[in-house]
């Protein structure tokens, strides 16, 4: 298995654009989520999907939005980039199936920045 | 609601000797307490859980984490540090029946030759 897998690994925005962040799950895991991690800060939950289908939003969700139209895939798109959303993102997944007994596994991570 | 604490910044410890890294839960309920570590540009590392039964987990790395209910604390350990230890160590707690994990802010571990 690969695991989660993440692209790009680094992007450079200009203040307005949009990009979508890719991420990838092959373990047949329900749960999703996508993270962002500043310095210093920890990670704060941006979305969540319990299955295909079904997203809901976390801590920080103003700016991003996300869809999960097959049990693999939970992309993150940024409508209009802005400064504050310059971090590192972070997409995990884990099974669900077993309450907490399973283990969350998260991707190698998205650089970005946005100037 | 479910919540960490990691009351440490920073962490030093000489390479040989023992390490420790706090962490102390808030939860209703029984908890589910896990362990992340994260080398610099890396994701995170699971490290260890705790679910239930024996109090001390063993996982990766030659880490150990021992669960105590009364003190609300799941604290990580490793009986000699080593340099390659050195990275940013997370705490999760999970309360039954909740989607997501609540992290802790996080620990940086200097291991010092």
């Known amino acids: 298995n690969a695991g989660v897998t993440q692209t790009p690994k680094f992007r450079i925005l200009k203040i307005g654009q949009s990009m979508t962040l890719q991420c990838t799950q092959d373990m047949n895991h329900n749960y999703m989520y996508w993270y962002r991690q500043d310095p210093g800060m920890g990670l704060k939950l941006i979305y969540y999907?319990?299955?295909?289908?079904?997203?809901d939003k976390g801590e920080v969700p103003n700016g991003y939005n996300v869809s999960r139209s097959t049990t693999e895939d939970f992309p993150l798109r940024l409508e209009l980039a802005a400064p504050s959303q310059t971090s590192v993102y972070f997409c995990?997944?884990?099974?669900?199936?077993?309450?907490?007994?399973?283990?969350?596994?998260f991707g190698p991570g998205t650089r970005l920045t946005v100037l | 609601a479910q919540s960490v604490a990691q009351p440490e910044d920073q962490v030093n410890v000489a390479e040989g000797n023992p390490l420790t890294v706090k962490c102390t839960y808030s939860?209703?309920?029984?908890?589910?307490l896990f362990w992340y570590v994260q080398y610099p540009n890396r994701g995170l590392q699971f490290l260890l859980k705790y679910i239930t039964g024996d109090n001390l987990v063993k996982g990766s790395y030659g880490f150990e984490a021992e669960f105590n209910k009364s003190q609300t604390s799941f604290h990580l350990k490793k009986p000699s540090a080593l340099v390659s230890d050195s990275a940013l160590y997370f705490c999760a707690v999970l309360a039954y029946g909740n989607n997501r994990l609540a992290f802790g802010k996080g620990n940086q571990v200097v291991v010092i030759p």
């Open positions: 999907s319990v299955g295909a289908g079904i997203t």
């Open positions: 939860v209703s309920g029984n908890p589910y």
């Open positions: 995990a997944s884990r099974k669900g199936s077993g309450g907490a007994t399973d283990t969350q596994y």
